[in-house]
């Protein structure tokens, strides 16, 4: 559907359709928040507070062609979770590099704006529904199509904007294992997480987050329902320049913090024919005085 006939479905009480790139985009304008999501993708692309540097990150140097992922935002990352499987093609699975459908959109219940986008693959089917107000709700909702059980790998592989990444400090994971897949191995994190070298790292952790920003003034407090993994990634210096989409420098204002079901380290993501499973990522602003 174009951005006209979405505009007379769903627009209106702070519901607007832009073009981004070449794909249609749905902003949601509230008094809390302003938040663009891509159709494509189903990508949040924007979440802005006002008085607040942008919360998510976009690299300026972002694909936008069907068929390929953009870099930023919240790319969501199912059925599989890093590289394919046999017979499939593609990083972190097939749904962000398509395009999915608008099935609703308007005023939040709980105040602001919620748009609900629709995917439906071959024997799954997603309702991903964003909710913005002062917090950003990203609810993904997994439907098993068929009559066995649905394995799955995914994760909501969110895009911070941070003043300096190697001034941040990432708590909330004191004691927790993880795999570091830089080098292989296993770990227990020993107090906050802090990023002077590549970071890529897969807790088991069902727990919250809290990105502290000294630069910014802020604490980006990220919670999560329905995950077991959390995945934090900073490329650095070596990784950046090796990805085409990825500026040379741009590490330096970005860190992930991801909340999956990861089958490398923990079950996966399992869901029961009938019985809906939901993946399910908060984030909250604090400002610091
Ligand atoms: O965030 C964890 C990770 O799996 C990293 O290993 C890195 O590959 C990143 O995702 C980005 O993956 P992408 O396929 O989007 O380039």
Redesign the pocket.
């Known amino acids: 559907m174009n951005i006209d006939g979405l505009m007379e479905k769903f627009g209106g009480n702070g519901i607007s359709f832009e073009d981004y790139h070449g794909f249609p985009a749905v902003r949601m304008e509230n008094e809390f928040s302003s938040t663009l999501v891509s159709v494509y993708g189903g990508h949040v692309i924007e979440f802005k507070l006002p008085e607040c540097e942008d919360i998510l990150w976009m690299s300026g140097k972002s694909l936008f062609a069907n068929g390929s ?1 953009m870099r930023g935002g919240v ?1 969501v990352c199912f059925p599989w979770f ?1 590289a394919a499987p046999e017979g499939k093609s593609g ?2 699975g097939c749904v962000r590099n398509a395009m999915w459908e608008v099935s609703a959109a308007g005023i939040a219940p709980e105040g602001g704006n919620f748009v609900t986008l629709y995917f439906k693959g071959e024997d799954f089917e997603l309702y991903y529904t964003v909710t913005a107000n002062y917090t950003l709700t990203l609810s993904l909702e997994v439907n098993n199509l068929g009559v066995a059980d649905f394995h799955f790998g995914g994760a909501l ?1 969110t895009y911070f904007n941070v003043s300096d990444a190697e001034k941040i400090a990432i708590e909330g994971l004191h004691g927790v294992s993880f795999l570091d ?1 830089v080098i292989n191995e296993n770990g227990i994190q020993d107090g906050a997480l802090k990023i002077d070298r590549e970071i ?1 790292r897969m807790f088991r952790s069902c727990g919250s987050v809290r990105i502290v920003d000294p630069g910014y003034k802020r604490v980006i407090h990220i919670d999560k329902y329905g995950s077991d993994s959390t ?1 934090v ?1 900073n490329p650095w210096i070596d990784k950046s320049k090796r ?1 085409p989409d990825f500026g040379d420098d741009e590490y330096h204002t970005m860190v ?1 913090v ?1 909340a999956g079901k990861v089958p490398r380290i923990g079950d996966g993501g399992v869901v029961h024919s009938g019985v809906p499973f939901e993946l399910r990522q908060v984030i909250r602003v604090e400002l610091l005085d």
């Open positions: 992922p790319p890093g990083s972190h592989h897949t890529d995945v990634w990805m992930c991801e």
